[in-house]
């Protein structure tokens, strides 16, 4: 009876202990309370990002009982936007001029909604306003846009054209564009869209040093975040009243070494594009996990324009995660050789719930690894080992004093 409870006993150690094993092949763990059904939703909260891989693949929920660990399958939810830009097909009925300008006019000949233009045009250096009307009849006209401007600037220094044209949803069966200028416009194509797409949403990222730097003929702006996060979006913020139109590129630092002469940073490139007077000077791209941007704007030969704290945005992160046990829940994370895990529920047509409620995160806490003992040298103190040499040595002279009396 004793053997049997030891052996059971024995069991439920090493099942407990093989059990741990798992979690302590991470980094970091975050206990998950309030779990009371099978469906919940885990919000990743931004100190995660900190100790995560960059694409998030070591991030897995544990459950521990007394003889097993549970792996609950999850699937990431972003913020991020939703829909999509859909062309609409339209024909081109008519073109004219008088002396407010050249008119295109266009039918649609589906009952669908409109809300961007994009105008394809292959003249150069032209700096034009335009108007748009919609009619359900060709006889009354509604104004939709009234004096927005398109531009086209190119030289040996920039290449830059902006010919897009967005306004509130529009459904006409046509539309007439005026292009105010004297010059024939090379209209090439144009391209009606519906852009039914869902906004992202996105969480602030406060700054905690921010720093405007000239160098050659770029303007250089440093800017540091509190803690690594991933990064959507930034947006300059210029005071200047001029036009102004600029390449930028939007770097972060993804390696840093300290030398003699300080730390010495590695880049990589988030986005580029171009800074524009015209534009809201808004750039979105996947999300990067960074603490420190450098934004680096050409000037040319033109004065730096005067730049104030940019606003830095990322999406929120969420899971939905199956739990089908009860447990001791954990989301850990803080492995540098995981890989993605694939799982059942993130298949295209794997329905996840709707209204899944969210679970509670405790505090933060580093895992403690259980290494094993490192096993000490057998002579941790230098002395032994001179000692130890010195009677080797003698041994070795006694010998050849005998050899060579032997000899003689």
Do not use: C
């Not at 913020?79 to 295109?104: E, H, P, R």
């Not at 539309?175 to 090379?186: A, F, G, H, W």
């Amino acid at each position: 009876m004793r053997k049997k409870i030891k052996l059971g006993t024995l069991l439920l150690m090493l099942s407990y202990a093989i059990s741990n094993a798992q979690l302590n092949s991470y980094d970091q763990k975050i206990e998950l309370t309030g779990i009371t059904d099978q469906w919940h939703t885990v919000p990743l909260p931004n100190s995660v990002f900190s100790d995560i891989k960059n694409n998030l693949a070591d991030i897995r929920i544990y459950g521990i009982t007394e003889t097993d660990t549970l792996e609950a399958p999850y699937v990431l939810r972003v913020s991020d936007a939703k829909g999509k830009l859909s062309k609409v097909d339209f024909k081109l009925i008519n073109t004219s001029s008088n002396q407010n300008g050249f008119y295109f006019t266009y039918e649609v000949p589906t009952a669908i909604s409109i809300n961007e233009i994009q105008l394809d045009i292959q003249n150069e250096n032209f700096d034009w306003n335009v108007m748009l009307e919609g009619s359900q009849n060709q006889q009354e006209w509604f104004t939709l846009l009234d004096n927005d401007r398109i531009l086209s600037i190119k030289n040996n220094q920039t290449d830059y054209s902006f010919t897009h044209l967005n306004f509130p949803n529009a459904k006409y069966r046509y539309y007439r564009l005026l292009v105010k200028s004297n010059v024939q416009p090379e209209l090439q194509s144009t391209t009606l869209y519906l852009d039914s797409i869902v906004p992202a949403t996105y969480q602030n990222y406060p700054i905690t040093d921010f720093e405007v730097t000239q160098a050659a003929n770029n303007t250089i702006l440093s800017v540091d975040l509190e803690s690594r996060l991933p990064i959507s979006y930034l947006k300059l913020e210029v005071s200047d009243k001029i036009d102004y139109y600029r390449p930028v590129e939007i770097q972060y630092i993804s390696d840093s070494v300290k030398t003699e002469k300080g730390w010495r940073y590695s880049y990589r490139t988030l986005t580029k594009g171009t800074v524009s007077s015209l534009e809201k000077n808004e750039f979105k791209f996947n999300g990067g996990l960074a603490k420190k941007l450098r934004i680096v704007v050409q000037n040319y030969d033109n004065r730096p324009l005067s730049f104030s704290k940019p606003i830095v945005k990322g999406y929120s992160y969420e899971l939905i995660a199956r739990f089908d046990k009860p447990a001791d829940y954990y989301l850990v994370y803080g492995k540098s050789d995981a890989r993605a895990p694939i799982y059942d529920i993130s298949q295209n047509g794997f329905k996840l719930s709707e209204n899944a409620g969210e679970v509670k995160l405790g505090k933060q806490e580093k895992i403690i690894k259980n290494y094993p003992p490192i096993p000490s040298p057998l002579f941790e103190n230098k002395w032994w080992l001179w000692g130890i040499m010195g009677i080797i040595m003698l041994v070795l002279g006694v010998f050849t004093l005998n050899m060579m009396r032997q000899k003689t």
